[in-house]
T-cell receptor
Framework: DTEVTQTPKHLVMGMTNKKSLKCEQH?????MYWYKQKAKKPPELMFV???????INESVPSRFSPECPNSSLLNLHLHALQPEDSALYLC???????????????FGPGTRLTVT | AQRVTQPEKLLSVFKGAPVELKCNYS??????LFWYVQYSRQRLQLLLR??SRESIKGFTADLNKGETSFHLKKPFAQEEDSAMYYC?????????????FGSGTRLQVQP
């Protein structure tokens, strides 16, 4: 299995709602990532987990709360979002050791989030 | 800070014409550079990594440290090459863990 799966595909939420995005991989990867991609823009890194521990937080607002309950799962909990948070949220995974000649991030299809 | 620049938002060529997608980077040290591609309605996927010096789907990219460039080239474009192409760098700003992407170039290959 060489796929990263993400659920849901689409999510519409109000500014007072609480929702979660889910990401799963079964490739044995120990590094997992959340990226945010606005329309016609490149992916922007939000968080990196390495061996289930948060290793990078790119100054993301606290209304986004990541969680890595085990080596295969990555969640992104959302609360009190703003309309400008509407975007495609991409999950990715890779080997944690990341040797240059074999390093590859595998991306999921994304969750398209609309905040109303 | 590490940065990747792709100066062209859109590159339109005819089938069979040569293609060059430009990528320049800013990084102090030895970068690891990649090209990722996103075909219509498909997920982002790796096309090339500089260290492998391989040719994938006829595409090649050479790292030029003097010009800090990693341009993607193909001698004869095919219609199926139409996609969004992102140049990406893995460097110490993100602990050599995550990728910094350029803004992307959309390649349109016309029949």
């Amino acid at each position: 299995d060489t796929e990263v799966t993400q659920t849901p595909k689409h999510l519409v939420m109000g500014m007072t709602n609480k929702k979660s995005l889910k990401c799963e991989q079964h490739m044995g990867h120990r590094a997992m990532y959340w990226y945010k991609q606005k329309a016609k823009k490149p992916p922007e890194l939000m968080f990196v987990y390495s061996y289930e521990k948060l290793s990078i937080n790119e100054s993301v607002p606290s209304r986004f709360s990541p969680e890595c309950p085990n080596s295969s799962l990555l969640n992104l909990h959302l609360h009190a979002l703003q309309p400008e948070d509407s975007a495609l949220y991409l999950c990715a995974s890779s080997q944690a050791s990341g040797l240059a000649d074999s390093y590859e991030q595998y991306f999921g299809p994304g969750t398209r989030l609309t905040v109303t | 800070a590490q940065r990747v620049t792709q100066p062209e938002k859109l590159l339109s060529v005819f089938k069979g014409a040569p293609v060059e997608l430009k990528c320049n980077y800013s990084y102090s040290g030895s970068p690891e550079l990649f090209w990722y591609v996103q075909y219509s309605r498909q997920r982002l996927q790796l096309l090339l990594r500089h260290i492998s010096r391989e040719s994938i789907k006829g595409f090649t990219a050479d790292l030029n440290k003097g010009e800090t460039s990693f341009h993607l080239k193909k001698p004869f474009a095919q219609e199926e090459d139409s996609a969004m192409y992102y140049c990406a760098l893995r460097g110490k700003d993100t602990g050599r863990r995550a990728l910094t992407f350029g803004s992307g170039t959309r390649l349109q290959v016309q029949p």
